[in-house]
């Protein structure tokens, strides 16, 4: 038997290139036929004998080529013979596994029908479905709380980023590596999203992946020493005194809205707790706040699970009286919309809000380039309907301490306060109660005009 063939093989119209197939002695077989790259019978003898000689070229990671000698070759070709041809057991399979990770070849390998063979965009998807979702379900019976807006943040961001990455991942291929190139993607590819948003984006799978190994859905642990994104989120914008005075005495279209934004400036109330708020929430000097509300997730605790009494200015608590005795409905909210079983949604008081804003920069009427101007100030001043939030709590700690503004607030810690706090610059709610109206009275519209017949005032923007 000889020690290999030689032989020409037609590449292309009329051109040959010698190829070469060594034997394999124990099976009495040749290898795959390997190109010599020489047209020339002689030439391609002298290549092949440098091969017996030094080794085979080989292509290794990223295109560096090592010389292989024949003896591993044939070694190899034997190996791939068998796992072709012999039946192979679960163990045999384990055995195989765990020499290709000692020698550093594989860091996993996902075995057919496995629980971590499960695609890693079907993984996600039912993992974030608030009905599907075994880490919702786990949760929840816990005790713990998992809002379905929350839920369907997540599941959007999985569809728009984790999916078209991971497309053709199984759970138990996905690599540390494979989670830090993610990473440098969405970050190179989004370069108009935040720190903060970033973080968020990755933690979606992050969160899935650990709780898939806690689970023993897969093997190993990817996101175990996975560095984070570094640098600081962008601040919400705050506006100032005079700002916020000049605001109010614009004519809103909206007067509805506009009493939503006057509360949110002087109690520091988000934006589901004001919309919570019914008729019996509402004291003569302050506000129970024992719910929050969203289009999604409906009416639900407060984000600390903890009821809180804020101080009400006597003209913002009247306002909202009056406004909840034109409520069609008979549900007790005071920020009432069309339909029976909920008050009016959030996005309304936002936009009109941004909507203010522009008229406040722009006035009634302003060029086109005036309008540009404008948006752009706007978008880098990053002024929300959460800045209320940040402006109430900045004025407030101007007069009194973070530990007594915090009561009314609702943070659970000084740490998260501070936050809040910083844009400008403890005793009992009676403090806060007094300070509320030195440092508010003086910022607020007359808006007796409007508060005689709501139903002329709110307009169409319900």
Not at 291 to 310: Q, Y
Not at 417 to 438: C, I, N, P, Q, R
């Amino acid at each position: 038997m000889r020690q290999y063939y030689l032989f020409p093989r037609n590449v292309s119209k009329a051109r040959y290139i010698y190829y070469v197939q060594f034997t394999d002695f124990a099976t009495k077989r040749r290898l795959s036929a390997i190109s010599t790259g020489k047209a020339n019978r002689d030439d391609a003898l002298i290549v092949v004998a440098g091969w017996l000689r030094d080794g085979i070229p080989q292509k290794q990671v990223e295109q560096e080529v090592s010389l292989r000698p024949i003896e591993d070759l044939i070694s190899a070709s034997q190996v791939l013979s068998a796992l072709k041809r012999v039946d192979l057991t679960a163990h045999d399979v384990a055995k195989i596994e765990k020499v290709l990770k000692d020698r550093g070849l594989v860091e996993t390998i996902v075995k057919k029908g496995s629980k971590e063979s499960e695609a890693m965009e079907d993984y996600l998807r039912r993992f974030w479905d608030y009905d599907r979702s075994p880490y919702i379900a786990e949760k929840l019976s816990h005790g713990g709380r998992m809002g379905k807006k929350h839920t369907r943040c997540c599941l959007e961001r999985v569809n728009i980023y984790w999916v078209p990455y991971f497309s053709e991942k199984k759970i138990g291929e996905v690599t540390k590596q494979n989670l830090k190139d993610f990473s440098v993607h969405i970050a190179q590819k989004h370069p108009e999203l935040s720190t903060m948003t970033l973080r968020q984006i990755r933690l979606v799978g992050v969160t899935a992946l650990k709780w898939a190994f806690s689970n023993e859905l897969i093997p190993t642990d990817p996101t175990i020493g996975l560095a984070g994104y570094t640098g600081k989120g962008k601040k919400r914008g705050v506006l100032s005194p005079k700002e916020a005075e000049d605001l109010f005495k614009l004519e809103w279209k909206d007067k509805r809205s506009m009493l939503i934004n006057l509360v949110a400036m002087t109690t520091g109330l988000r934006i589901g707790e004001i919309l919570a708020l019914k008729v019996e929430n509402i004291g003569e000097k302050y506000l129970t706040i024992e719910s929050s509300f969203s289009a999604i997730d409906g009416l639900k605790s407060t984000k600390t699970d903890e009821e809180r009494i804020v101080p009400v200015i006597p003209t913002i608590r009247d306002a909202m009286l009056n406004l909840a005795k034109f409520n069609p409905h008979g549900n007790g909210y005071v920020f009432w919309g069309e339909k029976k079983d909920r008050p009016c949604g959030s996005y309304t008081a936002a936009f009109e809000l941004k909507r203010m804003l522009f008229r406040l920069r722009a006035g009634d009427t302003p060029t086109s380039e005036k309008k540009k101007e404008v948006k752009e100030y706007w978008a880098k001043r990053n002024v929300v309907f959460h800045s209320w939030r940040h402006f109430y709590a900045s004025r407030m700690t101007d007069k009194l301490e973070a530990r007594k503004v915090m009561l009314a607030t609702g943070h659970k810690t000084e740490s998260v306060f501070k936050d809040y706090s910083d844009h400008a610059l403890e005793s009992d709610l009676m403090d806060v109660a007094v300070t509320t109206g030195e440092v508010f009275g003086g910022l607020l519209p007359d808006i007796s005009g409007v508060t005689a017949n709501w139903q002329n005032a709110i307009g169409v923007s319900i």
